[in-house]
């Protein structure tokens, strides 16, 4: 029997789920928060490149990687080495109250990534929300302004201030009474639904109308603005990427008024669409950019980048017990070094390949709407009719379930989307595997309208 090593396809050895994965959801049921939301019964145990192996031994191609997370594969060598190494050393010391030389060094390397002409600096954090957080403080810092402008559809993050950015679902707001102050949202170019008729490339013009004329002239004059914050390609929005011309525009929009440009990297960045950061495919410059998830391959970490002229606060001004902890900064190194030698190019690969056998699905599959997205950063959307554009949701949902019960772990976004955000190592194999599985999904569910 092959071991989990040696599998690079799924292999399903229990029915679903296995009998010790329904004592761990009982568990779960009994003890665990219910604000959590889970996919599919999927229990996890351990898992190596781009397969997880379950409590039952059934293992899964993972086209999800702990929702972008797991950038070099599940538990790569490299990353397990360097994070073992440095826990033998030092596990923890506050780079608040004490320096360390891992600090700098990540520091560093992550700027190196970031091209523009400006000199960069960084602050590193636990988790994306923290980055966003502490982005606003530094926006509103740096301007001497309070307001904030964002994007319907957009995700931020769930404490208080990325919050009130935050514009994907309500139910991620219900119940949580008065946000932050000052936080105004307008659409996002979306070229699937667009309402003029534009095409990906130039869909966006009428928004940024909205923003001079209406925006600026009726709610907040411009140099009130702090910060326009967004997202290259909306994550949990369903992975929708905002056209070159737009964030062009929007860049200098910022300009001319002195605000604050933030792009929010956290699910987009570190070599998902096989450029380092999203932003670079439009060739701007960001004043400011949140960066979490892939950055250390499932090592809690995140960290904002500003311009030299933006982070210019004073001591005190911001701080953190945990964030750019050594064992974390010490797999993000690794991380980093992996995808820059490795993994980066094959993300552009991949994803060209798999966008090359897939980007006619709406002419093959009825429910397919639009197949969008950059490098490994792929959105599939699902509807009742390609006609009216209805959004399926439960067919989407049927989708996702049954790749599940074949193998396959995708996730959904939005509110018709399935997403696929493998780690940056898969291979042609597993590509064809996860295309054929998802063609079959879609064949079965078609057969139920």
Not at 145 to 154: E, I, S
Not at 317 to 344: D, F, K, M, W
């Amino acid at each position: 029997m092959p071991t989990t090593l040696e599998v690079k396809t799924p292999r399903l050895v229990t029915a679903l789920p296995g009998p010790r994965a329904q004592q761990v959801i009982a568990a779960d049921a009994k003890f665990m928060s219910p604000s959590l939301t889970r996919e599919y019964a999927l229990v996890a145990k351990k898992g190596h490149g781009a397969i997880v192996e379950d409590v039952d031994g059934n293992s899964f191609l993972d086209f999800a990687a702990g929702i972008a997370v797991c950038s070099t594969g599940h538990c790569h060598p490299k990353v397990v080495e360097a994070i073992q190494k440095q826990a033998a050393e030092l596990i923890h010391i506050s780079g608040t109250d004490f320096y360390h030389h891992h600090l700098p060094q990540l520091a560093e390397r992550l700027v190196a990534t970031m091209p523009g002409k400006e000199a960069k600096k960084v602050f590193f954090g636990n988790s994306g929300t923290e980055a966003v957080e502490g982005a606003i403080k530094l926006a509103r810092y740096a301007t001497k302004r309070d307001k904030l402008v964002a994007f319907y559809g957009c995700f931020h993050g769930r404490t208080l201030g990325s919050l009130s950015l935050t514009a994907s679902k309500n139910t991620q707001r219900k119940g949580f009474g008065a946000l932050l102050g000052g936080v105004e949202h307008i659409p996002f170019p979306y070229a699937y639904r667009c309402p003029h008729g534009h095409t990906a490339e130039t869909c966006g013009t009428e928004i940024l109308e909205l923003l001079e004329q209406q925006m600026f002239k009726r709610l907040f004059a411009p140099d009130e603005i702090a910060a326009i914050i967004i997202e290259p390609i909306q994550g949990e929005g369903g992975f929708i990427p905002a056209p070159t011309f737009f964030l062009q525009e929007l860049q200098r929009i910022c300009n001319r008024h002195g605000i604050m440009l933030i792009v929010d990297e956290v699910q987009s960045g570190v070599g998902r669409t096989g450029k380092w950061w999203a932003y670079e495919h439009a060739g701007i410059e960001p004043d400011i950019v949140c960066i979490a998830k892939g950055i250390a391959s499932g090592m809690p970490l995140s960290a904002f980048v500003a311009k030299e002229s933006v982070m210019t606060w004073g001591r005190g001004s911001h701080g953190t017990t945990y964030g750019g902890n050594p064992v974390c900064i010490a797999s993000a190194v690794a991380t980093l070094e992996l995808i820059e030698q490795r993994y980066l190019e094959n993300a552009r690969k991949m994803g060209d390949y798999i966008f090359g056998r897939i980007h006619d699905w709406p002419k093959h599959f009825k429910i397919v709407g639009d197949v969008r997205g950059k490098g490994l950063m792929i959105g599939t959307e699902i509807v009742r009719d390609q006609k009216t554009k209805e959004k399926a949701v439960d067919l989407r949902d049927a989708v996702v379930n049954k790749a599940f019960y074949k193998g396959l772990l995708t996730l959904s976004a939005g509110e018709n989307t399935i997403r696929m955000s493998p780690p940056l190592l898969i291979d042609e194999e597993q590509a064809d595997f996860a295309i054929r599985t998802m063609e079959e999904c879609f064949r079965e569910v078609e057969k139920t309208i």
